[in-house]
């Protein structure tokens, strides 16, 4: 699968070998209630901290480390791009950084007890005292309830949570993701389903259609999952009872104690369960740590009146794309302008559905005040001929050129205007060009066509994207195929790793910017490599063809390339 998309918006913002990411881009600051005894300013921990993980990921210890500790059903969500050179370690710590520098303790705060997986922390903490000749305990404060780990990082009790927080979910009723500051993602977990195989289950389309013939008959149907980020994510996809455990034990347990429960997330071991049928949920959840947001001292909530008057810049735009975002995909759009192209996201625990986490500014302000003012929204793209969205026709077409529209729809409607917004694609020559005009204000926005997890260059020097911009919820994440020569005996990615470790000098190839973006991101420690842009699948796969050093190429996503990589 393949980065997902977003839009971007300015100050704003991929997922991994196995997702496709769009998204949307803008600038954002933050609110924070309490005080700690120290600069809190957590941006130099968090630089650190995705230095190393970042170089963990590079040179494969995190895959090394899942592996020995037998931890899998899991992928990459390439929210940021594993090359160390991205991420310089701060010169002069400052903040957080300082202070868990000079006590020689990281202080971390977690519910349902600590895993295998949090050794993770143990490693990026054991390399950030080595760069600076410190030693760092890593202390882990366990919580019973999920809401008392986010009231200690409010209160300082804690620096940050552990490193298994699902980046979608919800603390204290407030989105994690927008309420806190999160790292780069360790790794994501594929989630799966478990039914007994006496409900004759085997899909979650199978199990969605028992739970509405049940709720016709007044049955009520009940669903199990481990965590609050699951048991929320279980309310957004199915109408039924969800119950949160602490261990999947447990939640075995009660499944089989309880008639009218009938699936639970699934287990690493339940495969091998004889009575239990395991299917996935197309659903990936990237897992990373939170700590406080920083807010400069000028900018600080000092009280409760001053909530009303105190957003700006394109804080309220994000806000109000989000909110569209997750009002059509409650109302069933989002799934069917996606099914109506002949197209299959993949869902990316990034966000989660919940109304009452979305709601639109009352007073816009900033960005948004503008485009309600003029009744235009104005997106920078390129112009490709992509399945997902095809800027080469006038107008664009493609799934995500029909959810902007539904979008700039619903905001006309939200905020009950006389006249519709209108929804304007201003085209660049290049990525970078499109950076550079939502940095300086040519454009509102990026399209939704761009992954979180890249780089842009903008006057000669190299930034992540995540670091200049603020990021919407993921409009889309798509399977994402690589197809190879049909004589190079490949049949799996190490396969490839292998064969270009051995021929530094062979070629691959990804069709259109993001495809390039993508192989760039999974060889980024292949340098002698040469990894050409390829404008179509046609072009690609007749490159495979007639070149014998041209090995691989990522394909861009639709249906009819899955037939076509059966004669590649």
């Known amino acids: 699968a393949h980065p997902h998309r977003r839009m971007a918006v300015r100050r704003a913002a991929c997922v991994g070998p196995s997702s496709l990411l769009l998204l949307l881009l803008v600038g954002f600051v933050g609110f924070a209630f309490g005080a700690v005894d120290f600069d809190d300013d957590s941006t130099d921990l968090i630089q650190a901290y995705n ?27 390439e929210d940021c791009v594993a090359d160390p050179a991205m991420y310089p370690m701060p010169a002069n710590p400052t903040g957080l950084l300082k202070h868990v520098l000079n006590t020689g303790e990281y202080v971390v705060g977690l519910s349902g007890g600590v895993s295998v997986e949090d050794n993770i922390l143990h490693l990026i903490f054991g390399q950030i005292g080595k760069y600076y000749g410190v030693s760092i305990t890593v202390t882990f404060k366990n919580f019973d309830e999920d809401n008392e780990v986010w009231e200690a990082l409010n209160s300082g009790d804690i620096d940050c949570t552990d490193c298994m927080y699902v980046l979608g979910g919800f603390g204290l009723n407030t989105r994690r993701r927008v309420a806190w500051q999160p790292t780069c993602s360790s790794y994501a977990d594929k ?37 609050a980020a699951e ?14 455990y602490h261990t999947r034990a447990e939640a075995l347990a009660a499944m089989q104690e309880r008639d009218n429960m009938w699936a639970i997330v699934a287990g690493d071991n ?16 990237p897992l990373v740590t939170f700590c406080r947001k920083h807010v400069a001292d000028d900018s600080k909530v000092k009280s409760l009146s001053m909530l009303d008057t ?12 989000d909110a569209a975002l997750t009002s059509l995909e409650l109302l069933g759009y989002y799934a069917s302008v996606f099914a109506s192209w002949g197209v299959t996201p993949v869902s990316l625990g990034d966000c989660f559905v919940k109304q009452s986490g979305y709601g639109v500014p009352s007073s816009p302000t900033g960005t948004l005040k503008d485009i309600i003012d003029s009744r235009k929204f104005i997106l920078g793209d390129t112009s490709a001929a992509s399945t997902l969205l095809n800027t080469t026709d006038n107008p664009p077409s493609g799934p ?11 905001l006309t409607k939200q905020y009950d205007l006389s006249s519709p917004v209108e929804l304007e694609y201003k085209y660049f020559n290049t990525p970078e060009e499109v950076f550079y005009a939502l940095k300086v204000g040519d454009i509102d926005a990026t399209s939704n066509y761009y992954y979180i997890g890249g780089t842009t260059d903008i006057n000669g020097t190299t930034y992540m994207r995540s670091s200049l911009f603020q990021a919407s919820c993921t409009a889309g994440s798509f399977p994402n195929y690589i197809a190879v020569r049909a004589d190079s005996n490949i049949t799996s990615m190490d396969d490839l790793y292998l064969l270009a470790e051995a021929n530094p000098k062979i070629k691959m190839g990804g069709v259109l910017s993001s495809g390039l973006l993508l192989m760039q991101m999974l060889f980024a420690s292949y340098h002698t490599m040469t990894i050409e842009m390829i404008d179509s699948n046609n072009n ?29």
């Open 270 to 285: 339940f495969n091998q369960n004889p009575d239990l049928v395991v299917y996935g949920m197309d659903t990936i959840m």
């Open 310 to 321: 105190w957003t700006y810049g394109n804080d309220d735009l994000t806000q109000a794309y």
């Open 191 to 227: 989630l799966n389903l478990a039914s007994n195989k006496t409900r004759s289950i085997t899909n979650t389309t199978q199990l969605s259609n028992a739970i509405n013939e049940r709720r016709l008959k007044g049955i009520p149907t009940e669903i199990g999952g481990v965590g």
């Open 540 to 568: 690609a796969f007749s490159r495979l063809a007639t070149d014998p050093d041209f090995i691989a190429v990522m394909v861009e996503w639709s249906n009819k390339v899955l037939a076509q990589l059966g004669h590649v």
């Open 231 to 244: 048991a929320q994510l279980l309310l957004q996809m199915f109408n039924a009872y969800i119950y949160q």
């Open 51 to 77: 230095a190393v993980l970042m170089s963990l990921q590079y040179n494969g210890t995190i895959i090394e480390f899942l592996g020995q500790n037998n931890v899998t059903g899991t992928t990459f969500a």
């Open 400 to 410: 995500l050129h029909a959810l902007n529209f539904a979008i700039v729809d619903w």
